[in-house]
């Protein structure tokens, strides 16, 4: 393809991205194919020959279209959104241009000084104090690929530095024997990349039972990290999460911190979906206690309307960060080196794509105030749904329905909302996904599109309200 057919190409694919976004409404929400259904429609090998660029869109629709779950769709009410707009594909197709692959500061200035100024603007933006920021050159923000990342990375720096801290003390004990002694804590509700990362790192991840609000307290750390000292174990880390997966609520990291200020533990704040809504001051107070924290993560990749990926990170002091992830060949070292930022010193992958770029777009296009005007939209519509399952006296709202979520279920034995929830999703009508709090299964109802409105909620809850009828009648029979 040349410059004048990508010019004409280009401009149909714009038409095609904003026909599809207009009109996505007219799909069903989920698709209705089985498992291999893709290789029965393509060709078991590559085309010699490049293919006619209609035949390859001519595919699009009717072999991958038929196969996609559609996020931004109005009746997508699952998981948690995933961001997107139209400046940030813009600003990816910019970055896919541009294409350099930012590793240090030498292999694109502009892309890693970009990252620490829009860092520090979303630092601001959401409450971070200055510790946190590029501009006080101790610690800092850069972005990852997704949460799990940001989780794994800080534990493996928190792991590290335990262990020089240990290898100091005790110089004849091997590492291995050091490592078997660490212990690391977050709730039972923390996200499973928790539990992963622990594996990964090779260390014991424990969970702790939150209170009936939902959320870990610093007594229930404090008795765990008391029985584990007895036993001879060494806690290290601890992840508290600010918007739990399953029902958004949220740990006291003011309680949290105070342990781990106490006990020399490094404190990580896990808040991939809720540390978007902390753009609006009135839910900054939830980050009482961030003082403590070492780390930091959150994805604007799930409610900030910039689109996958993106997972910013921040740190309080990067030069433990980069202690414990710098390997140095000479292929990669420049002349700046002492002044300027390498992110493959911040991360686990070598090769990072210009990423701040949409996050910068999105900043500047919607403003802080377009952004928390979208923020608070989909706050109110959850409360909206939520007093809809309220009024009706066959259903229950499990936790505090404090940003976009929504969790609810019927009351009686968990199998009547476990048939409700596959009735929903079978009809193609909503799609949602359940989540298990305590031993109750409940449905999770997640604000999730951009525009979403009142005629949104309405027609979600009529849905609900008519199968949840059908599936009583049923039970019942
Ligand atoms: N942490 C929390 C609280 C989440 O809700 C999620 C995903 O929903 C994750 C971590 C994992 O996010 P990612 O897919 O970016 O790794």
Known sequence: ??????????????????????????????????????????????????????????????????????WQHPRFHAYFPAGNSYPSILADMLSDAIGCIGFSWAASPACTELETVVLDWLAKMIGLPPVFWHEHGIGGGVIQGSASECVLVCLMAARHAAITELKNKFPFVEEGVLLSRLVAYCSKLAHSCVEKAGMISLVKMRELEPDESLSLRGSTLQRAIDEDRKMGLIPFFVCATLGTTAVCSFDNLNELGAVCEKENIWLHVDAAYAGSAFI?????????????????????SKWMLVNFDCSTMWVRDRKVLQTALTVDPLYLQHSHSDKAIDFRHWGIPLSRRFRSLKLWFVIRTYGIEGLQKYIREHCRLAKKFEGLVRKDSRCEVMGKVQMGLVCFRLRGHNYRTQMLLRAINMSGKLHMVPALIHDDYVIRFAICAQNANDDDIIYAWNVISEMASDVINACES
């Not at 410059?3 to 038409?15: H, L, P, Q, T, Y």
């Not at 060709?43 to 869109?57: E, F, H, L, S």
């Not at 900054?284 to 959150?298: D, M, R, T």
């Open 280 to 300: 609006c001051p009135e839910f900054q107070h939830l980050l009482k206690g961030i003082e403590y924290a070492n780390s930091f993560n959150f994805n604007p």
């Open 1 to 70: 393809m040349d410059a004048s057919e990508f010019r004409k190409r280009g401009k149909e694919m714009v038409d095609y991205i904003a026909d599809y976004m207009e009109n996505i409404h007219s799909r069903r929400v989920i698709p209705e194919v089985q498992p291999g259904y893709l290789r029965e429609m393509l060709p078991n090998k590559a085309p010699r020959k490049g293919d006619a660029w209609k035949d390859v869109m001519k595919d699009v629709e009717r072999a991958v279209m038929p196969g996609i779950t559609h």
